[in-house]
């Protein structure tokens, strides 16, 4: 299986695809950094202080599949 890491000012967020559910918990959750009509869809940039990488944490935590990471830098 294949993991992808998007880059982030705070955090980087990695994921798999393949283990994926597509329950749209983080398109819900935090649109402006998982937008399925942008490419790439995921981008951790749009958290770019302390606040917004907290709320992003506990977004990628409700990922039921596990197919979404939390990657500290």
């Known amino acids: ?3 992808k ?3 982030g000012p ?3 967020v990695s994921f798999e695809g393949e283990v994926c559910q597509h329950a749209a918990r983080c398109v819900e959750g935090m649109p402006s950094v998982f ?3 942008e490419r790439p869809w995921i981008n951790p ?8 990488a907290d709320h ?3 977004v990628v935590g409700r ?3 596990g197919a979404l ?3 500290e830098d």
Not at 45 to 52: I, L, N, V, Y
Request: hydrophobic residues 25%.
């Open 5 to 7: 890491t998007y880059t």
């Open 56 to 58: 992003l944490r506990e």
């Open 1 to 3: 299986m294949t993991r």
């Open 10 to 12: 705070i955090v980087d």
């Open 63 to 65: 990922c039921p599949s």
């Open 35 to 37: 937008n399925t009509s």
């Open 69 to 71: 990471h939390i990657e």
């Open 45 to 52: 940039e749009h958290a770019p202080d302390g606040a917004s």
